[in-house]
């Protein structure tokens, strides 16, 4: 993917499960927003695999949106 201007990616956030659902994706988010706001930047950008469904839905709840999709080919 090409981008116009630079953007500020999240490359990988990951949350072992039995730490999950204690609020941890929110703190850090939050983190990751004051970072990319005091940095210029007015959008963050990440990868979500289709199988990863709670991390999808997870996003979609703190109002990010799809915009890109990857395909593969096996040859």
């Not at 490359?11 to 927003?33: D, M, N």
């Amino acid at each position: 993917m090409f981008y116009k201007d630079p953007i500020f990616w999240i490359s990988e956030i990951f949350i072992i499960k039995k730490e999950r659902k204690k609020g941890y994706a929110l703190l850090l988010y939050e983190e990751i927003y004051k970072i990319a706001k005091k940095k210029g930047y007015s959008k963050i950008y990440c990868d979500i695999y289709d199988v990863n469904t709670y991390s999808i839905t997870y996003h979609l709840k703190k109002k990010f949106k799809p915009i890109y999709t990857v395909y593969e080919k096996k040859i």
